[in-house]
């Protein structure tokens, strides 16, 4: 017969062991999750130093990134000229959305043009682009969405650094030339407008990747974006357009194309040989249903989703 005494210590080594295992996963358990949460705030993008009112004093306006002055914020509309007694040496973001601004209130733009990259005046009751933009030519972001544009001021042309456009949902009814200023370009967005023709200077965006148009008035696929080889989505849903061309057919790096809401009512067979298409939109279009079964099947075998 095995003594108690055995019995009791073999049972509290048992119950050691099984304790510095627990200890030993609890460990590597914090570990892991120490290094995945490092990785996360590796990865993590920087927040910016932010004001909603007019910094008092000097060594507030020097820590100030971001300028947030948008209606949707709260408050009054804000003194510009109290904004530009001081010096905002670190500025890269400003926003003012929402406010009426007037001809002066622009001059913001300039006092702070030298850091600027970001500038966001949708919905600010514009009708033309405000010339002073041309001051701020580090800028790579610029909303001016939801205005009342109908004239864009050639200034603009002269952001070479600009890669991010928004212009949806005003009244332009036409590009004016000199848009290959833009080379930096990589998202314009146009959603919206009055627009039939582009310009055909377009063609040197040899950057742009994402070029939206839809709701438009185009009644045919513009032909100077055949030049444009770099595109990767391309929107032009809700116009007037009966005929999808060939030649989009050969554009090299496409992966998506938005044609819904057109009336148009045959696909080219060549759809199924783009090397790059993952996505073709092409609902409330006037194809016959059979054909809507016929080319899904043949996109289907290429692993291209088809929404019809």
Excluded at 18 to 26: G, H, M, Q, V
Excluded at 164 to 189: E, T
Excluded at 216 to 232: D, G, R, W
Aim: charge should be positive; include cysteine.
């Amino acid at each position: 017969m095995i003594p108690f005494f055995k019995i009791f210590s073999s049972f509290f080594m048992y119950k050691s062991a099984l304790k510095i295992k627990k200890n030993a996963k609890i460990a590597i358990c914090g570990l892991l999750f120490a290094f995945v949460g490092c990785s996360f705030q590796q990865s993590a993008p920087r927040k910016l130093v932010e004001t909603s009112t007019e910094a008092t004093t000097i060594e507030q306006a020097t820590s100030v990134e971001f300028i947030n002055l948008s209606a949707s914020n709260g408050g009054q509309k804000p003194s510009i000229s109290n904004l530009m007694s001081v010096a905002y040496p670190k500025v890269e973001k400003l926003s003012l959305r929402g406010f009426n601004l007037e001809a002066d209130d622009f001059k913001l733009i300039g006092h702070l043009s030298q850091t600027l990259m970001y500038i966001d005046l949708a919905n600010c009751g514009l009708q033309k682009t405000p010339s002073a933009l041309a001051e701020a030519n580090g800028v790579n972001t610029l909303y001016l969405s939801d205005n009342q544009i109908a004239v864009l001021d050639e200034s603009i042309y002269s952001l070479n650094n600009l890669t991010y456009l928004n212009l949806d949902r005003n009244v332009i009814i036409k590009l004016p030339d000199g848009v290959s200023g833009l080379k930096a370009l990589k998202w314009l967005r146009l959603n919206n407008n009055k627009l039939s023709t582009l310009p055909t200077d377009m063609a040197e965006l040899k950057n742009i990747k994402k070029l939206y148009l839809n709701k438009n008035e185009f009644t045919q696929v513009p032909e100077v974006i055949k030049q444009m080889t770099s595109l990767e989505e391309l929107s032009l849903g809700g116009n007037k357009i009966s005929e999808f061309p060939e030649w989009l057919c050969e554009m090299p790096n496409l992966r998506r194309i938005d044609l819904f809401g057109n009336p148009i009512k045959e696909i080219p067979d060549k759809i199924v040989d783009m090397p790059q298409l993952t996505t073709l939109v092409m609902d409330n279009c006037l194809l016959s249903n059979e054909r809507k079964l016929e080319i899904n099947k043949k996109l289907a075998d290429k692993r291209i989703k088809f929404i019809f």
